[in-house]
């Protein structure tokens, strides 16, 4: 991803996200509620998409929850449900070892998981969480 924005930066154009402000709020807070929306991960170029590469992309999007869970002053232990999408449900495995390193020391939220035939950006998963303030 990084070496996409450097050539964006290189050829002079503006990446997509600053030409077209994305249609959504990263998260929404509804009384003691947080609403993220789906956090996408990306498979670095040249990885194998479903070997070290899926796993690099669930860590690109779980660290993308997180942070928006620090800028509502909040970590994955406020996280009550999380909603999965794969686009290759033979991945399932995989995602499971890293997404629950996330939640070392914590409770595991509630989740619900899905084959999805084609995800934003061609993205091999997305993942969506609700947190709760209190």
């Known amino acids: 991803m990084k070496k996409w924005f450097a050539l964006f930066l290189a050829l002079g154009a503006a990446p997509l996200a600053a030409q077209q402000p994305l249609p959504f709020s990263p998260a929404v807070r509804a009384g003691d ?20 590469g899926f796993d690099a992309a669930v860590r690109n999007s779980m660290d993308s929850i997180g942070k928006i869970l620090k800028d509502n002053g909040l970590d994955f232990g406020h996280v009550v449900k999380c909603t999965v999408m794969l686009d290759d449900m033979a991945d399932w495995p995989r995602f499971n070892d890293v997404y629950v390193s996330y939640f070392q020391g914590k409770r595991l939220p509630a989740r619900s998981a899905f ?14 969480c609700i947190a709760s303030f209190k």
């Open 33 to 52: 509620t947080l609403y993220l929306s789906g956090q996408i991960g990306q498979v670095p170029t040249g990885m194998d998409p479903h070997k070290e």
């Open 115 to 128: 084959g999805a035939d084609g995800l934003a950006r061609g993205a091999p998963l997305e993942i969506e």
